[in-house]
């Protein structure tokens, strides 16, 4: 079907090209052209549409990362697609992220600030009416939006790959890399009806990362006496608190034996993961796999990876991750693209997202 007789135009940015075009054939669609590239010069981002959007809803895919693309490049692509079919009339500009660009970045940090509220600002400013993302780090990212942000499940896609892919799955056990991630992997082991284990302690955070201030010691009185209230005839005097000591890295539940699935929403750098599963193999576990949404695997995560105890790692297509997949043969990749393609239709027609999160708990 032509694009432009769906009623709808479905662009794709640089970042997946491939979860696009999976996408446009699930929708009976052809992708509507659009020219992303740079000036050779400057190296500024141009976007050139090539099709009429006056009164139609846009459809933009475009990943938070990409093979040969980063981050940044990526939000100005995006930004700039969703600006110039603002400028051109859209009805409305839907924004296709499967992974949200900067969503690690949700929480003040020090004295700094909160980068994925100043995205959000920035992607509403731009033109997007609605987002549609999934398995977002923190879902308290939804509120950074003055839009409607449509934050779907892979999980079930993942639990099917278990049932489906993992012999002997019934031997397994769901394991959270860290107490953060427990209310995840309880959820997924209680679908399956495995045991959980989870990963308590960790190694001490650099010393850099405590030079924040947090030690400044109190002024002294002559300092004190500079503001419009004073104190008595001694030092102000708070009190102390005992300094948070996390235990030395142990597995909570019983591993021996059994296939050890480490369950979470990203892989960034796997220095992590192959710490954890290394300890699950000192603990018994005969079999170790990794399940996560978005397969980031920055810097040279796969070569860890390759060089681990870890047996398996299944990700799913929301990253572009081919490269990636020369350089380590264990990684695995879960389709995706039926959810995205649903989401869109669903929109599109004005009917309920609910069924989309049939038997999805709102812990995932």
Do not use: W
Not at 1 to 23: A, Y
Not at 39 to 58: A, Y
Not at 268 to 296: N, Q
């Amino acid at each position: 079907m032509n694009p432009g007789q769906s009623g709808f135009v479905v662009f794709s940015l640089n970042s997946n090209r491939e979860l696009s075009e999976k996408i446009a054939r699930k929708l009976g669609i052809e992708l509507a052209p659009c020219d992303v590239g740079k000036f050779q010069n400057q190296g500024e981002t141009k976007v050139k549409i090539g099709v009429s959007v006056r009164g139609r809803d846009v459809y933009i895919i475009q990943s938070g990362l990409g093979e040969n693309l980063g981050v940044n490049d990526a939000l100005m692509e995006l930004f700039i697609l969703a600006y110039g079919c603002k400028t051109s009339c859209a009805r409305r500009i839907i924004g296709v992220l499967p992974y949200l660009p900067y969503s690690k970045q949700s929480k003040m940090n020090k004295r700094g600030s909160i980068p994925s509220k100043l995205v959000a600002s920035l992607m509403c400013k731009a033109g997007l009416t609605n987002i549609i993302t999934v398995d977002l780090h923190s879902k308290e990212i939804q509120g950074f939006y003055d839009a409607p942000v449509d934050n779907l499940r892979a999980s079930p896609f993942l639990v099917q790959y278990i049932t489906d892919k993992v012999a002997d799955f019934r031997n397994a056990v769901i394991v959270a890399r860290n107490p953060g991630s427990a209310i995840r992997a309880t959820s997924f082991a209680e679908r399956l009806r495995l045991g959980l284990a989870v990963i308590h302690g960790e190694q001490k955070e650099p010393e850099s990362e405590r030079l924040d201030g947090r030690q400044s010691p109190p002024p002294a009185l002559a300092e004190s006496q500079k503001f419009a209230y004073t104190f008595t005839d001694h030092a102000m005097d708070l009190p102390g608190f005992l300094p948070k000591a996390k235990p030395p890295i142990n597995v909570v539940g019983d591993v021996g034996g059994k296939i050890a699935i480490i369950v979470d929403d990203m892989i960034d750098e796997a220095e992590s993961f192959v710490t954890a599963a290394k300890l699950l193999k000192e603990r018994g576990a005969y079999k170790i796999l990794v399940m996560v949404t978005h397969g980031l695997l920055s810097a040279n995560a796969p070569e860890l990876i390759d060089d681990s105890v870890i047996d398996e790692i299944v990700v799913t297509n929301t990253v572009s991750h081919d490269s990636k997949m020369s350089r380590c043969s264990k990684i695995r990749t879960v389709d995706i693209s039926s959810l995205l393609a649903e989401a869109i239709r669903r929109i599109h027609n004005g009917e309920s997202m609910g069924y989309l999160f049939r038997n999805v708990p709102l812990e995932d």
